[in-house]
Structure formats: structure tokens, C-alpha cells
């Protein structure tokens, strides 16, 4: 899952070794993003890439996984997929784990099985006008 790198270093925390970071409060990461930041780039390329980072997660489970075949399933697997990078990160004590992030990669996942489904329509009535 190559699509992942891009973001390395964005959830690096200020405790340094051994300091635990993490937030547990919906929305507190997003809302501090939004309203402190000195420029308008970061907070866009924060929140839209945490969304845009499992867009293919959820696009590409359902081509690969008939079991993955409805936006539940993508939805769940986002999840747990987010879950354990957020887990992973709370272990690795130079990491943040923030449940923002969940709930963002979770939007991603969804839209990229939205978009999916979205596709999947259009082929079939493309399929439809052509026989």
C-alpha cells in the first residue's frame, strides 16, 4: 500500500521519545487546524489528504474482494485499517494517534467505495447503450 507514504512525517508528535501523544476528543485536531493555522495550505493538505489517503482503500476493495462488495464493508475495513495505524501509532511513542485521522480516513474509505459504486453504475448503462 504504497499510497500511505506520502504522509510520513505529518503525524511525527512534539513529546519526542518516550512521550506519549494523542487525542481522544472528535473534531479537537480539526477544529485547531482549521482556526490556528498561519496559512490556509497546511490545513488543506492535512484534512483533505487524511481523506484522499483511503480514497483508494475503498475504491479498490471492491474490485479485489467480491466479499467487500457493499459501503458497509468498505466502511468497516477503513476503519479497521485506520484503527490499527492509529493503535501503531500510539505504541510508537514519537507518533500521534488521533481519532480525527480515524474518522477522516473513514470519509476517504467511503468515498472511494461511493466512487466505486458511482463507476460501476456508469459501466453498466454505458454497457446497456452499446449491445
Not at 521519545?17 to 496559512?39: D, K, Q
Not at 493503535?87 to 470519509?107: C, E, G, K, P, S
Request: proline share 5%.
Amino acid at each position: 500500500m504504497t499510497f500511505f507514504a506520502w504522509n510520513h512525517g505529518a503525524s511525527l508528535g512534539p513529546e519526542g521519545p518516550g512521550g506519549r501523544n494523542y487525542n481522544l476528543t472528535p473534531v479537537r485536531s480539526i477544529y485547531r487546524i482549521a482556526v490556528f493555522s498561519p496559512e490556509w495550505v497546511a490545513p488543506v493538505r492535512i484534512l483533505i489528504g487524511n481523506i484522499i489517503m483511503f480514497m483508494p482503500l475503498g475504491f479498490f476493495l471492491p474490485l479485489l474482494f467480491r466479499q467487500v462488495r457493499t459501503i458497509l464493508r468498505i466502511v468497516l475495513v477503513g476503519l479497521f485499517v485506520s484503527l490499527w495505524i492509529e493503535v501503531m501509532q500510539f505504541l510508537l511513542t514519537y507518533r500521534v494517534a488521533d481519532v480525527d485521522d480515524l474518522i477522516l480516513n473513514v470519509i476517504g474509505a467511503f468515498s472511494g467505495g461511493v466512487l466505486y459504486f458511482a463507476m460501476r453504475s456508469v459501466k453498466r448503462r454505458v454497457y446497456l447503450f452499446n449491445v
